[in-house]
């Protein structure tokens, strides 16, 4: 049965990565993105459709989309951190610390509010569901900042403003998350002590020192490889994936927050290789991005909970459009003012917009309802991301030619893409 089960992911992932891969210019120039694509096409294959794959077949779903997910972010976070140049955190360190602390604090006290008053869940319940969605995720995100429409219409300061907020507020949000699920599970004082000492001092902060480590190792080696003439061409372009999968097995095995490991050892290999000698490695990381986004989207698709969607039924209409209206514009908004490079109204509003909900919400929320065996938790964050996926997808297109336009660029005025 499991043996079958595999055959048919295979022929499914295959061919569904093969059509969008023939696609791709197409796709890359229009307003239907490919991961709503892939969303779209595992609800198709999922159990209320045409029941062609059913992720509870393999075990319990939470756990499946939580593996799932903690590896494709692993992956993409590498990816995330080449595209970033060098001298970026050193230039920007202040924003940056802007827009993962206060930033975050506020997109999640807004998130908490809402879910809070319109569905009237209990109050930390509330506050975990907040903490799930309020990051940006780099995984959505890296469509709506790379290619041709982004490079012609964006600044470089916007995009790689976005890129590293997304990769870097992902593991900041592990506290939010891990802060109200404690309390949640534990008396407060026992809650308390452990989200000081084990969630901040271990989880995130051996996270952080085990990331710049592998980084700075792994950009020590290839260089010293490189210069020994050691490591052949096709092998430098796995070097990174390697470098993402290490990270985050580490991360796991120390039982730390891995996707901040992942991140971490990115942006450090990056302050370590020049930036001729990762050229390679971003575009074989690129590739191998494609491959892995692609699945979960699909995941996600037959891991919808329809009959819980209909439980919330207005409410749950209602919150999702206020998540994505709330949560993050009037956010960047208010911080525009503190912000070098980003204090123009339209760059608050296309930032404040494009905070795609996504692969970070699937492994956060997955892992929420696993621990907590509720399954509320993931009615509430299937249904936000979906909303994101759809939403955030349908309109980056169209919306960066807009900011070109008022940019005053010319291809962009012309139509060309």
């Not at 998350?177 to 599970?185: D, K």
């Not at 404040?352 to 492994?363: D, L, R």
């Amino acid at each position: 049965m499991i043996s079958n089960t595999v055959t048919i992911i295979a022929t499914l992932v295959g061919g569904l990565i093969l059509v969008l891969g023939l696609a791709s210019k197409w796709l890359q120039s229009n307003p239907v993105p490919p991961t709503l694509l892939a969303l779209i096409a595992g609800v198709l294959v999922g159990p209320q459709v045409a029941n062609v794959f059913d992720p509870m077949v393999l075990g319990e779903q939470s756990v499946i989309l939580e593996t799932t997910a903690r590896f494709t972010l692993g992956i993409g976070l590498v990816g995330v951190a080449l595209r970033i140049p060098k001298q970026y955190p050193r230039q920007n360190w202040r924003g940056v610390l802007l827009l993962t602390g206060a930033g975050m604090l506020l997109m999640w006290a807004i998130s908490t509010g809402l879910v809070y008053f319109i569905l009237g869940l209990p109050f930390w319940l509330a506050a975990l569901i907040g903490a799930i969605v309020a990051p940006t995720d780099p995984i959505a995100a890296s469509p709506i900042v790379t290619g041709p429409v982004a490079e012609k219409n964006l600044p470089d300061q916007v995009r790689h403003a976005i890129s590293f907020e997304s990769g870097a507020n992902d593991g900041i949000s592990y506290l939010l998350v891990f802060l109200p699920l404690l309390l949640l599970t534990k008396p407060t004082d026992e809650a308390l002590s452990h989200w000081l000492l084990q969630s901040l001092l271990w989880e995130v902060g051996a996270a952080t020192a085990l990331g710049l480590g592998l980084g700075y190792l792994a950009g020590k080696l290839l260089q010293a490889s490189e210069r020994k003439d050691l490591i052949q061409e096709e092998w430098r372009l796995v070097y990174t994936v390697a470098l993402a999968l290490l990270a985050v097995g580490a991360g796991k095995l120390i039982h730390s927050d891995e996707v901040l490991v992942v991140f971490a050892a990115g942006v450090t290999f990056v302050q370590v290789v020049g930036e001729d000698e990762r050229g390679e490695e971003e575009k074989g990381q690129e590739a191998v991005n494609r491959f892995f986004a692609i699945p979960i989207f699909a995941l996600l698709g037959t891991a919808i909970p329809w009959s819980g969607w209909v439980e919330l039924g207005w409410r749950g209409l209602l919150l999702a459009g206020a998540v994505l209206l709330l949560r993050r514009p009037p956010v960047l908004w208010l911080l525009r003012y503190f912000l070098p490079g980003l204090r123009s109204k339209k760059d608050a509003l296309f930032m404040g917009w494009f905070g795609p909900i996504a692969v970070a919400a699937i492994y956060y929320g997955s892992l929420a309802e696993h621990r907590l065996h509720n399954p509320l938790i993931w009615d509430v964050v299937s249904l936000l991301i979906s909303a994101s996926v759809v939403v955030h997808g349908l309109t980056a297109v169209p919306f960066t030619r807009l900011y070109g336009r008022g940019a005053g660029n010319k291809e962009a005025s012309n139509g060309e893409s």
